[in-house]
């Protein structure tokens, strides 16, 4: 029976999930650890550390009966019966596989510090996205490390697919609870102990069990399928701005067959998100790394497609503004990758920006969620460090970039406005005033296809809206 769960990593898939089991499990303690002691710090305070609708009820209903957050790493491993391990698995900067491999040093480093501790048999759960085979190095580490005799490790793999923004509704009902393990009687064992969990409140058929390897495939595919959608509705935006045809009609025409669905067929500036580019690229790795370069590029091409779609979005801007835009200012609209989170990992809106102020705009960053140092970090930060503890960055400067806190102040005087992000609020604002305040002609690039452009258009703005027919002002 498992009594105690300790889980390594205190980010956006541990706090929640562990949050979650909590909840939904009174009679099994639960401790959150971090070496970050900011980061525990605010999982114990009234602010969380990271942004997410419903986490706050989540955590305040556990936190202090089964839920705890702590820094002593070594104390919590040792008394726990199942340990999750939930950190960065960030794509290699550098050596062998740089810019597509996934840097397993943290993995290796939270290995080592449960064998050092473990005095008592535990079951080892993968939580963070890693390579297919990375139970079998997590193994060897584990036993090899580990000084007392008779202590067990079973290695399981249970990838999340939780979504930011809907992470609480996601850990609630989930589709599916994926758990891996090896076809053996401790291995079975295992896997039913961590079922048992998830039972609480999960349906016992939406609880699928595989081998290791089926478990930890899958993660990374999923994220490419999905992500593959979004650069094949994108390329289709572009054709249709070619054609005069409209994407949200085309997406809205083949999201009812049966056989494609609707989901993510929202043409957009591009993907972001922590997961859909560096498990693409671990996935292009791992392919590589076996001799199936064809199947290499091919994915590989999902992750060009959307580089491609960021661009193309910024070469709209400055063609739309009459090839120039330098000094002038343009108001960005929304700086996270997606509504309803603050996460900035890998926006499109950094690409966006970068391409702006590379051509001298002066750009003015307004979003509800995300605190001015990310942004100015997140412009500064060189590509894949973003995941590491220490980054390589560059300052940025303050008069290429500015934030506001309010989306009027960001949009006076501006020449453009430009939307990176689809928060509901964006569609409410009085757009008459905006426009009023803004310099003439005044121009509009909605990235995410949310605001009302005929309106727009009844008021003055010319717009520019990804995969629908262009404006008369911009056709050539």
């Known amino acids: 029976m498992v009594k105690k769960i300790c889980c390594i990593g205190a980010g956006y898939v541990g706090g929640p999930t562990m949050a979650m089991i909590a909840l939904k499990c009174p009679e099994i303690e639960v401790v959150v650890v971090d070496i970050n002691e ?12 990271i942004y997410e609708p419903g986490l706050d009820e989540v955590v305040k209903a556990a936190r202090g009966r089964n839920l705890f957050f702590s820094t002593d790493v070594t104390k919590h491993v040792a008394e726990a019966d199942i340990v999750f391990v939930s950190v960065n698995t960030p794509t290699k900067t550098q050596g062998v596989g740089a810019g597509k491999a996934a840097d397993l040093t943290y993995w290796e480093g939270a290995a080592r510090v449960i064998a050092s501790c473990s005095t008592s048999s535990k079951i080892i759960v993968e939580k963070s996205t890693v390579p297919v085979k990375t139970a079998d190095a997590i193994e060897k580490v584990l036993r090899r490390n580990c000084k007392h005799k008779g202590v067990q490790f079973e290695i399981l793999s249970n990838p999340e697919f939780l979504a930011e923004g809907t992470a609480i509704e996601d850990l609630t009902a989930p589709d599916r609870v994926l758990i891996g393990g090896k076809d053996t009687p401790s291995g079975r064992a295992a896997v039913e102990a961590l079922a048992s969990v998830y039972a609480h409140w999960v349906p016992h058929e939406r609880i699928l069990c595989t081998n290791l390897w089926s478990a930890e495939l899958s993660k990374l595919t999923a994220n490419a399928m999905l992500a593959q959608r979004i650069s094949s509705v994108n390329s289709i935006s572009a054709l249709c701005e070619a054609t005069g045809a409209d994407v949200q009609q085309v997406a809205k025409s083949i999201g009812t067959d049966s056989r ?18 560096k498990d693409i690229l671990n996935l292009v790795y791992i392919c590589e790394s076996v001799g199936l370069q064809a199947v290499a590029d091919y994915w590989h091409q999902v992750i060009l497609m959307n580089d491609y779609q960021k661009q193309r979005f910024v070469e709209q801007v400055i063609s739309a503004m009459f090839n120039t835009i330098s000094k002038k200012k343009i108001a960005v609209y929304g700086f996270a990758f997606k509504k309803d989170t603050g996460d900035t990992r890998e926006t499109p809106a950094i690409d966006v920006c970068r391409g702006l102020m590379a051509d001298g705009a002066r750009v003015c960053v307004y979003d509800p969620e995300v605190e001015d140092s990310q942004i100015y970090q997140d412009l500064g930060t060189a590509k894949f460090e973003w995941d590491h503890p220490t980054p390589k960055s560059a300052p940025v400067s303050k008069d290429a970039i500015t934030i506001s806190h309010d989306p009027m102040e960001a949009a006076k005087d501006a020449h453009a406005i430009c939307v990176l992000t689809e928060w509901d609020e964006f569609k409410t604002y009085d757009y008459q005033k905006v426009y009023d305040s803004m310099v003439k002609p005044a121009f509009v690039f909605d990235g995410r296809n949310i605001l009302d452009h005929a309106k727009l258009r009844e008021i003055g703005f010319i717009v520019y809206a990804i995969g629908k027919p262009l404006d008369p002002f911009l056709q050539k």
């Open 260 to 277: 494609i669905g609707p989901k993510f067929l929202n043409a957009s500036v591009g993907f972001g998100g922590s997961c859909f580019q």
């Open 38 to 49: 900011a980061r525990i710090a605010g999982w114990n305070s009234d602010k969380l550390p």
